[in-house]
């Protein structure tokens, strides 16, 4: 029996140490006094609000906060932003914050952590406000997984009642806010209210670190689930005058599968109860004073579209040759140009420099995989880009009309992408501008040696004996 004693005591000891070397280290000096959050979920991408008032309660300052996200939450995380606020109601202002995932050791149960810069370090007894907003992509799964023609979406949602922290929270709450009143069930953590199309959560008060109780909603979302599997945005400069901006696009429809047999007529006589789920059209935002603008896929150009422009923005809005249920995929190209002088600069120094969006130009899309293809013009030297967010970058070389050397393309990766991400980013480089007579001067002399090659035939005598004439 002392034996087994023995060793059970062991096991307990060993089982402690592991949970201590496991867990990240984040200040037992600050706790968080009120917290409130707010989901989003009219759109299949997941907005989440969340207001914090930070207390230091030691004796240190503290310049840094942990935000914590289970591993599901960290995989689908697609845009993490903080900001310190000051003032109250209308007079409310806002100070961004620099937010970087940490390379701290994972916390139970594979907790993963995003570490927020404060401005100034926050003193003994002093608070904070900060305001954070995250979105999660591909966080909403369809149930049932495949629905008719005539039958609404319904969707699943899985969260935690209580904020995951690694601070205590004194007092906090959850709201959740669906597309529609109609929801078939969730999970209640006392005390839990609905009214109408929000559920909330709470309050809770004096929760531990990591508190956690595991929620599901199942509600109705018939929002267009479009979802970008593959976006190539080629941006080609020019320096005659003009930018070419080329997009090839995958689309698929990520929400329930559609089952059964597609009714055209009934779709077109019963929109209100048929195909509530898909979508026919979709718009896309492009920059002010487009021209030359196209759309057609791989049969050819498509005529159901139609573009609005103005001093401010231009919208597209364009309509597949069919409307798209779930599973459905699309295959299509959108091109335009756009004025030389509206996103072409020159620094002081010389160097010029390309300012454009970043992101996906259709409004409430998830673009799975985002390649953007800055290619410049031939001659440039010294390519380098400024991006406000994490990319993969690569260069590559491209040969087009006229090119001798080809072109330097700047290529920029990134995956799950949203519309938060449609940021400007800056592409440097040096160009001479005697560059720019290399094509005309390569004209002009493939034109005189023609020339001069007509001539000398004309004048060339290739007769083998003269003809004498009497």
Same mark, same amino acid.
């Given at each position: 029996?002392?034996?087994?004693?023995?060793?059970?005591?062991?096991?307990?000891?060993?089982?402690?140490?592991?949970?201590?070397?496991?867990?990240?280290?984040?200040?037992?000096?600050?706790?968080?006094?009120?917290?409130?959050?707010?989901?989003?979920?009219?759109?299949?991408?997941?907005?989440? *609000?969340?207001?914090?008032?930070?207390?230091?309660?030691?004796?240190?300052?503290? &310049?840094?906060?942990?935000?914590?996200?289970?591993?599901?939450?960290?995989?689908?995380?697609?845009?993490?932003?903080?900001?310190?606020?000051?003032?109250?109601?209308?007079?409310?202002?806002?100070?961004?914050?620099?937010?970087?995932?940490?390379?701290?050791?994972?916390?139970?149960?594979?907790?993963?952590?995003?570490?927020?810069?404060?401005?100034?370090?926050?003193?003994?007894?002093?608070?904070?406000?900060?305001?954070?907003?995250?979105?999660?992509?591909?966080?909403?799964?369809?149930?049932?997984?495949?629905?008719?023609?005539?039958?609404?979406?319904?969707?699943?949602?899985?969260?935690?009642?209580?904020?995951?922290?690694?601070?205590?929270?004194?007092?906090?709450?959850? *709201?959740?806010?669906?597309?529609?009143?109609?929801?078939?069930?969730?999970?209640?953590?006392?005390?839990?209210?609905?009214?109408?199309?929000?559920?909330?959560?709470?309050?809770?008060?004096?929760?531990?670190?990591?508190?956690? &109780?595991?929620?599901?909603?199942?509600?109705?979302?018939?929002?267009?689930?479009?979802?970008?599997?593959?976006?190539?945005?080629?941006?080609?400069?020019?320096?005659? #005058?003009?930018?070419?901006?080329? %997009?090839?696009?995958?689309?698929?429809?990520?929400?329930?599968?559609?089952?059964?047999?597609?009714?055209?007529?009934?779709?077109?006589?019963?929109?209100?109860?048929?195909?509530?789920?898909?979508?026919?059209?979709?718009?896309?935002?492009?920059?002010?004073?487009?021209?030359?603008?196209?759309?057609?896929?791989?049969?050819?150009?498509?005529?159901?579209?139609?573009?609005?422009?103005?001093?401010?923005?231009?919208?597209?809005?364009?309509?597949?040759?069919?409307?798209?249920?779930?599973?459905?995929?699309?295959?299509?190209?959108?091109?335009? #140009? @756009?004025?030389?002088?509206?996103?072409?600069?020159?620094?002081?120094?010389?160097?010029?420099?390309?300012?454009?969006?970043?992101?996906?130009?259709?409004?409430?899309?998830?673009?799975?995989?985002?390649?953007?293809?800055?290619?410049?013009?031939?001659?440039?030297?010294?390519?380098?880009?400024?991006?406000? *967010?994490?990319?993969?970058?690569?260069?590559?070389?491209?040969?087009?009309?006229?090119?001798? @050397?080809?072109?330097?393309?700047?290529?920029? %990766?990134?995956?799950?992408?949203?519309?938060?991400?449609?940021?400007?980013?800056?592409?440097?480089?040096?160009?001479?501008?005697?560059?720019?007579?290399? %094509?005309?001067?390569?004209?002009?002399?493939?034109?005189?040696?023609?020339?001069?090659?007509?001539?000398?035939?004309?004048?060339?005598?290739?007769?083998?004996?003269?003809?004498?004439?009497?």
């Amino acid at each position: 029996m002392g034996a087994m004693a023995i060793l059970r005591l062991a096991l307990i000891f060993t089982s402690i140490s592991l949970l201590a070397g496991s867990s990240p280290s984040p200040s037992p000096e600050l706790q968080i006094v009120t917290a409130e959050r707010r989901i989003d979920l009219n759109s299949h991408i997941v907005k989440v *609000f969340l207001t914090l008032k930070v207390e230091n309660i030691g004796e240190s300052p503290a &310049s840094e906060v942990l935000l914590a996200f289970s591993p599901t939450e960290a995989d689908r995380l697609a845009v993490v932003k903080a900001a310190t606020v000051a003032g109250k109601k209308k007079k409310k202002s806002y100070f961004p914050l620099d937010v970087k995932p940490t390379d701290l050791a994972d916390g139970p149960n594979g907790t993963k952590y995003y570490l927020i810069h404060l401005l100034k370090p926050l003193g003994k007894g002093e608070a904070i406000s900060l305001e954070v907003l995250y979105m999660l992509t591909h966080s909403l799964e369809p149930f049932p997984a495949e629905i008719s023609q005539s039958e609404s979406q319904l969707v699943y949602y899985r969260d935690s009642a209580k904020i995951l922290s690694p601070y205590s929270i004194k007092q906090q709450a959850t *709201f959740i806010k669906t597309p529609t009143s109609r929801v078939e069930s969730f999970t209640r953590v006392v005390p839990t209210d609905r009214a109408n199309t929000e559920l909330r959560y709470g309050p809770y008060e004096e929760q531990p670190p990591y508190s956690y &109780s595991p929620v599901i909603v199942h509600f109705e979302n018939n929002n267009a689930f479009a979802v970008v599997e593959e976006l190539v945005r080629e941006i080609e400069i020019s320096h005659w #005058g003009s930018i070419q901006v080329t %997009e090839h696009y995958k689309l698929v429809h990520a929400g329930a599968r559609h089952k059964g047999v597609f009714s055209r007529v009934e779709y077109q006589s019963k929109p209100s109860h048929s195909g509530v789920s898909s979508f026919k059209h979709l718009l896309a935002e492009l920059p002010p004073r487009v021209h030359s603008v196209y759309y057609r896929d791989n049969i050819g150009n498509i005529s159901s579209s139609r573009l609005r422009t103005n001093f401010k923005k231009s919208e597209l809005l364009i309509e597949p040759r069919y409307p798209l249920f779930g599973g459905w995929k699309s295959t299509f190209v959108i091109g335009y #140009g @756009v004025p030389l002088e509206d996103f072409l600069f020159e620094a002081a120094d010389g160097t010029r420099y390309l300012n454009y969006s970043f992101g996906c130009p259709l409004a409430e899309t998830v673009v799975e995989k985002l390649t953007v293809k800055v290619v410049l013009p031939e001659g440039s030297k010294n390519p380098s880009a400024v991006v406000p *967010f994490p990319v993969e970058q690569r260069a590559e070389r491209k040969y087009s009309y006229l090119d001798v @050397v080809g072109r330097t393309v700047v290529v920029l %990766e990134k995956a799950n992408v949203v519309p938060e991400h449609n940021s400007p980013f800056q592409v440097y480089y040096q160009f001479s501008p005697v560059y720019m007579l290399a %094509e005309p001067l390569m004209l002009t002399s493939v034109f005189f040696l023609f020339f001069m090659a007509c001539v000398t035939y004309l004048h060339l005598d290739l007769s083998i004996s003269k003809i004498k004439q009497t």
